[in-house]
C-alpha cells in the first residue's frame, strides 16, 4: 500500500496567497522529503527533513514534520505563477533502502 | 550538464514489440532507480542498482529487466510490450541509497499501441 497520502489532492490559490500541502504516512521514518514536478518534467528534490526535526525552511518553503502524528506539512508563501506543479512527499523508511511517494498534490497559483 | 539523462524521451510502439530506455547519470552517484508513473501520476519504484548490484526488486513483471554495465548506466529493457506498459518511466540516482535526495531524469513517456 502507498506510504504517503497527501491533501488536498488538487489546490487552486491566487498569486501571493499561501498554499499548503499535507503529507501523512505510516510506517517508522528516517526522513522525509517534498519534491516538485513541473508538467512534462522529472521531479526536483525541494527539501529534507529528518525524523529528529520538527521545522524546516527554504527560502519560500517551510516543512514541519510530526512523527507522533506521522504527518508533515509543506508551506509555500507568497506563491507565484511558477509555483504551478506537483508537490510530491517522499518517506525514507528506517527498514528500507528506497523512498516511497505519496501521490502528490497539484498546486494552480493564478496569476 | 545534464545530471541525469534519459533516451528516449518518446517512445511510441505496438504491443508486443521489445524496447529498451537507456539512462546515464554524471553525478558520481553509486545508486540508481527506475520508476514507472501512470496517469493519475502515482510514482511507483520498479529497481534499484546500488554499484551494479540489483538492490531493489518489486513486483513488476519478468518482462521488464534493468541492465547496469556500470555505475553510471542502468537501462530498462522491456519485452513483449503490452498496453498496459504505457506510462512515464522515470530513472533517478542518488548518493545514498538508504534514503538520501534522488534525482530524477526527464522522463520517457511510452505509449503502447
Known amino acids: 500500500s502507498q506510504q504517503g497520502e497527501e491533501d488536498p489532492q488538487a489546490l487552486s490559490i491566487q498569486e501571493g496567497e499561501n498554499a499548503t500541502m499535507n503529507c501523512s504516512y505510516k510506517?517508522?521514518?528516517?526522513?522525509l522529503q517534498w519534491y516538485r514536478q513541473n508538467s512534462g518534467r522529472g521531479l526536483v528534490h525541494l527539501i529534507l527533513?529528518?525524523?529528529?526535526?520538527r521545522e524546516k525552511h527554504s527560502g519560500r518553503l517551510r516543512v514541519t514534520l510530526d512523527t507522533s502524528k506521522k504527518s508533515s506539512s509543506l508551506l509555500i508563501t507568497a506563491s507565484r505563477a511558477a509555483d504551478t506543479a506537483s508537490y510530491f512527499c517522499?518517506?525514507?523508511?528506517?527498514?528500507?533502502?528506497?523512498?516511497?511517494f505519496g501521490e502528490g498534490t497539484q498546486l494552480t497559483v493564478n496569476p | 550538464d545534464t545530471a541525469v539523462s534519459q533516451t528516449p524521451k518518446y517512445l511510441v510502439t505496438q504491443m508486443g514489440n521489445d524496447k529498451s530506455i537507456k539512462c546515464e547519470q554524471n553525478?558520481?552517484?553509486?545508486?540508481m532507480y527506475w520508476y514507472k508513473q501512470d496517469s493519475k501520476k502515482f510514482l511507483k519504484i520498479m529497481f534499484s542498482?546500488?554499484?551494479?548490484?540489483?538492490?531493489i526488486n518489486e513486483t513488476v513483471p519478468n518482462r521488464f529487466s534493468p541492465k547496469s554495465p556500470d555505475k553510471a548506466h542502468l537501462n530498462l529493457h522491456i519485452n513483449s510490450l503490452e498496453l498496459g506498459d504505457s506510462a512515464v518511466y522515470f530513472c533517478?540516482?542518488?548518493?545514498?541509497?538508504?534514503?538520501?535526495?534522488?534525482?530524477f531524469g526527464p522522463g520517457t513517456r511510452l505509449l503502447v499501441l
Open positions: 533517478a540516482s542518488s548518493q545514498d541509497p538508504a534514503l538520501g535526495t534522488q534525482y
Open positions: 510506517t517508522s521514518i528516517n526522513n
Open positions: 527533513i529528518r525524523s529528529n526535526e
Open positions: 517522499a518517506t525514507g523508511e528506517t527498514s528500507g533502502s528506497r523512498l516511497t
Open positions: 553525478l558520481g552517484h553509486d545508486t
Open positions: 542498482y546500488n554499484n551494479k548490484e540489483l538492490i
